[in-house]
């Protein structure tokens, strides 16, 4: 009864036959769409099911952690250009200096350390810039033409050897604990001692070749001042982490030796 007074109601019923099926085209192709909408996942399991269709598995979110492992596999090993700092030997940590950190040594023979990324310069007055690289078992300081100037060498963690620019052994660097207190020591080719820095809770003393100390290195301000016997300043010491590191960088030898036993010595 219902269905037939809803049958004249609807106001299509009285149109011709052509136009009545044209009307009622989108509620079939919706009544299609939904059938086949619910029942695409069931073919599709079947399917799978009886090895007719293989979709495969979608592909595992790696982790965070795998990503950045995967980064540094596949990241290009670039020079150490300084990675000066880099230890000489493995598991041995070398003299530490920030990145775009700096260092400045006044004095008669004043000079600056600095490290913008790998990178790490060495500037003084009056001289060409030298670039400081660290490598496998040493450093090298090596000129703006690329020539090496000096070299040392980590032949162990407690003794490194520094040759010139021609090859020839010049130096033997030595470092060991003193009576407590950490030295560094230097020794000529021949054997002889010509320097040595002793490091103390409040001070690093600086001795040449006898027994008899030269300088004095201490903290005052926020800077590193290096005093004779006279307790003359006759160096600062700014942007240093220790006063190993400033006494190493006050020692009076030729600049580009300072360096080197910094690298070798400072950490």
């Known amino acids: 009864m219902l269905r037939r007074l809803l049958d004249r109601l609807n106001p299509i019923r009285g149109l011709p036959q052509p136009m009545r099926r044209y009307l009622n085209l989108p509620r079939r192709l919706l009544l299609i769409w939904l059938v086949a909408t619910l029942l695409l996942p069931v073919a599709v399991a079947l399917l799978q099911r009886w090895g007719l269709i293989d979709l495969g598995a979608a592909p595992a979110e790696p982790k965070p952690g795998a990503v950045a492992e995967q980064s540094a596999e596949t990241e290009p090993v670039e020079t150490a250009a300084f990675s000066a700092l880099a230890p000489a030997q493995a598991g041995e940590t070398a003299a530490p200096l920030a990145e775009s950190g700096q260092i400045e040594v006044s004095g008669a023979a004043g000079f600056t350390l600095v490290r913008r990324g790998e990178r790490v310069t060495v500037s003084a007055a009056g001289q060409a810039p030298l670039e400081l690289i660290g490598e496998d078992g040493g450093w090298r300081l090596r000129d703006g033409a690329g020539q090496v100037v000096y070299r040392l060498e980590a032949k162990s963690e407690e003794k490194g050897k520094i040759y010139d620019a021609a090859g020839n ?99």
């Open 169 to 267: 052994y010049r130096y033997r660097v030595k470092r060991e604990d003193e009576d407590g207190p950490e030295t560094c020591k230097l020794y000529d080719a021949a054997g002889n001692r010509l320097h040595r820095v002793k490091v103390k809770d409040d001070s690093a003393n600086l001795y040449g070749a006898g027994e008899d100390r030269i300088y004095k290195v201490k903290l005052k301000n926020g800077v590193h001042e290096v005093r004779d016997e006279g307790k003359r300043t006759v160096a600062t010491v700014r942007g240093s982490d220790s006063l190993k590191q400033a006494g190493l960088l006050a020692l009076p030898l030729e600049v580009p030796l300072r360096v080197l036993i910094w690298s070798y010595c400072g950490g």
